[in-house]
């Protein structure tokens, strides 16, 4: 399996939105609603954002959000603070059990 | 509050084998799947495979099946990923992290750093 296919920067001013993309095929992405995306600062492990495509895990921020449409799953970080920047990861289900990652896209707050 | 704690940094030649474990607390080590997921240097996220403690079965990612095996002691909560044949490629953090039942990970470990080097 190839990974999801995500771009690999994203930027945006405080206080704007940025939307990141995660796209994958009708096995993984399109195939189930089991798309989570992941937070990641330099050195320290990931942390859950949103799973199930657009549910936010207790004491996430509300500013960050998930959708899906087809085979390309996506977060949105709205009113964007500098504490934002890092890298963000999106997973899917893809049967049997199987878990896939995207390749990352590092997000920079201007 | 739920806690997964790796064992600390190896350096290994290629050819060898490490074994990585991850104790668990906080929650009831035998109700969720643990998966562990590597990180290359300057790399993305890799999925390796799962363990379902209570069970102790099993499933790979295509890429490590025949040189990964991941088992469980219930008795101290923890789990372990043992690789083998690494070679340089393998050089990378690994991680332990708790599936909350739909394949998003909610809590992991602090991470492994595994270097292979002659």
């Known amino acids: 399996q190839s990974a999801l296919t995500q771009p690999p920067s994203a930027s945006g001013s405080p206080g704007q939105s940025v939307t990141i993309s995660c796209t994958g095929t009708?096995?993984?992405?399109?195939?189930?609603?089991?798309v989570s995306w992941y937070q990641q600062y330099p050195g320290k492990a990931p942390k859950l954002m949103i799973y199930e495509v657009s549910k936010r895990p207790s004491g996430v921020p509300d500013r960050f959000s998930g959708s899906k449409s087809g085979n390309t799953a996506s977060l949105t970080v709205s009113g964007l603070q500098a504490e934002d920047e890092a890298d963000y990861y999106c997973?899917?289900?893809?049967?049997?059990?199987?878990?896939?990652f995207g390749g990352g896209t590092k997000l920079t707050v201007l | 509050q739920v806690q997964l704690v790796q064992s600390g940094a190896e350096v290994k030649k290629p050819g060898a084998s490490v074994k990585v474990s991850c104790k668990a607390s906080g929650y009831t080590f035998t109700a969720y799947y643990m998966r562990w997921v590597r990180q290359a240097p300057g790399q993305g996220l890799e999925w390796m495979g799962w363990i379902n403690p209570n069970s102790g079965d099993s499933n790979y990612a295509q890429k490590f099946q025949g040189r990964v095996t991941m088992t469980r002691d219930t008795s101290i909560r923890t789990a372990y990923m043992e690789l083998s044949r690494l070679t340089i490629d393998d050089t990378a953090v690994y991680y332990c992290a708790r599936d909350r039942g739909d394949t998003s990970l909610t809590s992991w470990g602090q991470g492994t750093l595994v270097t292979v080097s002659s």
């Open positions: 997973s899917s289900y893809a049967g049997n059990n199987d878990l896939i």
């Open positions: 009708s096995s993984d992405v399109g195939g189930y609603n089991y």
